[in-house]
């Protein structure tokens, strides 16, 4: 009797775990087929639930249900700022075809071109670090900052101080750091910025582990404004490494800017969207949004993107550069690893006849990044584009230019992880001297790197090629 009883329990629990996992199956086909839009995904989904038992499932409910924009529709309900848009102002003087890019970006968008800004390029934290604490420290009204990055070393100590110090002149400041970038169980810069007294948030923090964001929703900008009249934006981050001679082990070249005029609103209304969100303060004070004057003769237009409304603008916009542009595209970026669709743009790009210049990081600061970028430009070989890659120092830059006219700063890389999953901030602007002291800045690096060729990487070992290959398929999640 004892043994009739352990066999038909054993029995009813194998019996029990087939059915969850028919049942898990059912749910997650049904998922699936009415929210997936890649038929190969969703057919790599749904043979995952049903040959792989409650695994499969389990690991759909993990990476494959999209709940960044399930959560990014209750962030867009709770996301209030001033309506404090600039006034729209007639297009700039630049090519049809230009022309036709801009307006593109304004529908995209929803957002006009505002004129009158004057830009200073800053390169790496030598350049950047000064400029930026400066500003800080001459700061009367108001200063915020977001930054993905922000360490507790030298250079973040830095601009600990400062803001602690713009606080006791009376100065408004706000910090908004991610999580992830900053350390998520031992952020020290955020102890060190709260124990001086300066207002200190993490973005999308939270200790309930099923709701950790490890791997989705990073806020991934870099933003400064101070006064509500100067903005810094661009790619570096707040660490020692981005200063050239400070001894770190992994130094980084980088690339920022310094803005003035009314487009400094705009990333001020970026980052008090932000700040709304992750804390429920509403930035509505003056000193945030004072008057604003022109000063430079660049037209310039702010570009959020992220898991939210803003989903796939970003890649709507790299689309359109690359089909308007007539002469020549250049890109600089750390991270390559542009979907089918990008890829394809660009590869018609180079059939019309575009000059295409791809610049990238000989040595990746990430492994399996390099090894799935090795592995995604084998793919190039029939694509006409010049690539070329920079000795060390790691190069951090993110630089777009089409036709020595149209360029895009800001923080966001080319790949899935800044076209999907984090929020970026880039600034679209259109002047023909800003574009070209841009392009200035891309030759220096091509001179000084070397050419890169799909058959070089074709012709590499075997094991290494079956190392990257199998790196890409992570492209997803990087």
Excluded at 437 to 445: F, M, N, P, S, T
């Amino acid at each position: 009797m004892h043994l009739f009883s352990m066999t038909w329990s054993s029995h009813g629990f194998t019996i029990a775990l087939a059915v969850l996992h028919v049942l898990l199956a059912g749910i997650v086909t049904v998922n699936v087929l009415l929210k997936k839009s890649d038929v190969r995904a969703a057919l790599g989904w749904i043979a995952a639930a049903w040959f792989s038992p409650i695994l499969g499932s389990l690991l759909y409910y993990m990476f494959g249900i999209n709940r960044v924009t399930r959560r990014a529709l209750k962030l867009l309900r709770r996301r209030a700022a001033p309506a404090s848009a600039p006034p729209a102002v007639s297009g700039p003087p630049a090519p049809a075809n230009i022309v036709l890019l801009t307006a593109l970006g304004e529908r995209v968008t929803g957002s006009p071109l505002t004129a009158g800004n004057a830009v200073a390029i800053l390169e790496n934290g030598d350049g950047a670090y000064p400029a930026m604490l400066s500003a800080i420290g001459a700061a009367k009204q108001s200063v915020a900052m977001a930054s993905y990055i922000f360490r507790n070393d030298a250079a973040g100590r830095a601009f600990a101080a400062a803001l602690a110090e713009a606080r006791k002149r009376g100065v408004e400041v706000r910090v908004l750091l991610d999580s992830v970038g900053i350390g998520y169980f031992f952020p020290l810069i955020l102890y060190r910025l709260r124990w001086s007294g300066v207002r200190a948030a993490r973005f999308l923090h939270t200790w309930l582990p099923w709701r950790m964001p490890f791997l989705n929703m990073r806020d991934h900008r870099k933003l400064l404004v101070v006064d509500g009249k100067i903005a810094f934006v661009g790619g570096i981050n707040i660490g020692a490494e981005n200063l050239q001679n400070s001894g770190a082990r992994h130094p980084v070249v980088d690339t920022h800017f310094r803005f003035e005029g009314p487009i400094a609103r705009t990333v001020m209304d970026a980052f008090a969207r932000d700040w709304a969100f992750a804390t429920g303060e509403t930035l509505d004070d003056p000193r945030w949004w004072p008057e604003q004057t022109p000063a430079g003769p660049v037209y310039a237009r702010g570009l959020s993107s992220g898991p939210d409304a803003d989903i796939y603008k970003l890649e709507m916009i790299l689309g359109g550069a690359l089909s308007l542009a007539r002469e020549r595209v250049r890109i600089v970026t750390p991270y390559f690893l542009p979907d089918a669709r990008l890829q394809f743009a660009i590869a018609q790009a180079g059939l019309r006849g575009v000059q295409i210049d791809i610049v990238l990081p000989e040595v990746s600061d990430q492994f399996i990044m390099q090894w799935a970028m090795q592995a995604h430009l084998r793919f190039f070989r029939h694509v006409a584009a010049n690539i070329t890659v920079t000795s060390p120092p790691f190069d951090h830059s993110k630089l777009l230019t089409v036709d020595g006219q149209w360029c895009l700063i800001g923080s966001s890389n080319w790949d899935a992880r800044s076209f999907r999953l984090n929020f970026e901030f880039d600034l679209e602007c259109c002047d023909h001297d800003f574009a070209a002291r841009l392009d200035a800045i891309i030759d220096a690096k091509i001179a000084s790197g070397r050419r890169l060729t799909p058959e070089a990487l074709l012709a590499r070992p075997v094991p290494i090629r079956l190392r990257d290959a199998a790196a890409r398929l992570l492209m997803p999640y990087l």
